[in-house]
């Protein structure tokens, strides 16, 4: 397997199956919901937890995933695409992936309502499930409350400017690798999954998680705005991420008050947006992410040590190298 789409390549046949699945619990007699739905659907995205929730399927059961397993991978991506699209509301944004927002090309109110009918149908799979549908339904609930809860931590912090690291976790854990546990730890469950292999998948899930969000942070800091991911977005909306952390270290109390003032104070402004950029390049915050994402990585790899050496192992371990290195 070389790199993500090597990983892609080999789980093809599994994610057309999602796909196809993804389209037939959308369809809709209503004309703008199907276009709009056709039009998010010509570009999915990485797929990223449809795959977790298929890998794990096939580590517990020798590469033999039941129909559980695709429907809850469908209803983990169609959970995924919803929040996204409360997301691009609540966060005013015009454009994501490249393209513009459902809320940018149709208002807000649409936006929520077609982020809502995504909801509804991924509960109609869960419905579905034939094996512990009770575990998978009350992780995907646990998770729902997890993403409510960190986008109000995140507006809280983001106004008052006083996010500390253990904040920070939080956060990304309510937002991120809340959903990386559900979509892998479902799929576990409904295929009977041992004790140890559950604890195992979700200590991986966990840390890859963590270890996704970490990447997307520095990405605001380092990344390439021709690639969807604009430089210091992130500190337009006032939110403090691991590497402005990170360049806090070493500094004093007041200095460091200072600058999480200057986050408070930003109002859109390019310009101090740019500075702050640099500066928390020049301090090592980057760096200081860097570490930690490293960290979260290797212990998502080291979690799968109980299963036996294999493709399937191979692909999970593939994919938490991936989150450290990938550009978008």
């Given at each position: 397997?070389?790199?993500?789409s090597?990983?892609?390549?080999?789980?093809?046949?599994?994610?057309?199956?999602?796909?196809?699945?993804?389209?037939?619990?959308?369809?809709?007699?209503?004309?703008?919901?199907?276009?709009?739905?056709?039009?998010?659907?010509?570009?999915?995205?990485?797929?990223?937890?449809?795959?977790?929730?298929?890998?794990?399927?096939?580590?517990?059961?020798?590469?033999?995933?039941?129909?559980?397993?695709?429907?809850?991978?469908?209803?983990?991506?169609?959970?995924?695409?919803?929040?996204?699209?409360?997301?691009?509301?609540?966060?005013?944004?015009?454009?994501?992936?490249?393209?513009?927002?459902?809320?940018?090309?149709?208002?807000?109110?649409?936006?929520?309502?077609?982020?809502?009918?995504?909801?509804?149908?991924?509960?109609?799979?869960?419905?579905?499930?034939?094996?512990?549908?009770?575990?998978?339904?009350?992780?995907f609930?646990?998770?729902?409350?997890?993403?409510?809860?960190?986008?109000?931590?995140?507006?809280?912090?983001?106004?008052?400017?006083d996010t500390?690291?253990?904040?920070?976790?939080?956060?990304?854990?309510?937002?991120?690798?809340?959903?990386?546990?559900?979509?892998?730890?479902?799929?576990?469950?409904?295929?009977?999954?041992?004790?140890?292999?559950?604890?195992?998948?979700?200590?991986?899930?966990?840390?890859?998680?963590?270890?996704?969000?970490?990447?997307?942070?520095?990405?605001?800091?380092?990344?390439?705005?021709?690639?969807?991911?604009?430089?210091?977005?992130?500190?337009?909306?006032?939110?403090?991420?691991?590497?402005?952390?990170?360049?806090?270290?070493?500094?004093?109390?007041?200095?460091a008050?200072?600058?999480?003032?200057r986050?408070?104070?930003?109002?859109?402004?390019?310009?101090?947006?740019?500075?702050?950029?640099?500066?928390?390049?020049?301090?090592?915050?980057?760096?200081?992410?860097?570490?930690?994402?490293?960290?979260?990585?290797?212990?998502?790899?080291?979690?799968?040590?109980?299963?036996?050496?294999?493709?399937?192992?191979?692909?999970?371990?593939?994919?938490a190298?991936?989150?450290?290195?990938?550009?978008?």
């Amino acid at each position: 397997m070389t790199g993500f789409s090597g990983l892609v390549e080999a789980l093809r046949p599994d994610l057309e199956r999602v796909g196809r699945m993804m389209d037939d619990v959308l369809r809709s007699d209503v004309d703008l919901l199907e276009r709009t739905n056709a039009s998010i659907r010509s570009h999915p995205g990485k797929m990223l937890r449809p795959m977790l929730s298929i890998m794990a399927a096939r580590l517990c059961t020798g590469g033999k995933p039941t129909e559980d397993a695709f429907r809850l991978a469908t209803a983990s991506e169609l959970v995924h695409n919803a929040t996204l699209l409360h997301d691009d509301v609540v966060d005013g944004s015009a454009s994501r992936r490249g393209r513009p927002t459902v809320s940018a090309l149709l208002g807000g109110r649409a936006a929520v309502l077609l982020g809502d009918f995504w909801l509804v149908r991924a509960v109609g799979l869960l419905l579905d499930v034939r094996n512990h549908m009770d575990d998978c339904l009350r992780l995907f609930s646990k998770t729902l409350s997890d993403l409510a809860e960190g986008e109000m931590i995140q507006l809280q912090k983001a106004s008052a400017g006083d996010t500390t690291e253990e904040d920070y976790l939080r956060i990304i854990y309510s937002k991120t690798a809340s959903l990386f546990e559900t979509a892998v730890l479902s799929s576990a469950r409904s295929q009977e999954a041992s004790p140890a292999q559950y604890e195992a998948l979700k200590a991986y899930a966990y840390n890859l998680g963590i270890a996704f969000q970490i990447q997307d942070d520095i990405l605001d800091y380092v990344g390439d705005d021709s690639l969807g991911k604009p430089v210091g977005h992130d500190l337009l909306e006032q939110k403090i991420t691991l590497p402005f952390l990170g360049a806090l270290e070493g500094l004093d109390e007041a200095e460091a008050a200072g600058l999480r003032k200057r986050v408070i104070n930003i109002n859109a402004n390019k310009a101090e947006r740019d500075a702050l950029v640099s500066l928390v390049r020049s301090r090592g915050g980057v760096d200081y992410a860097r570490e930690r994402l490293e960290l979260y990585v290797g212990r998502a790899i080291d979690a799968l040590g109980i299963f036996p050496a294999g493709d399937d192992r191979e692909r999970m371990e593939g994919l938490a190298r991936f989150v450290a290195e990938r550009k978008i």
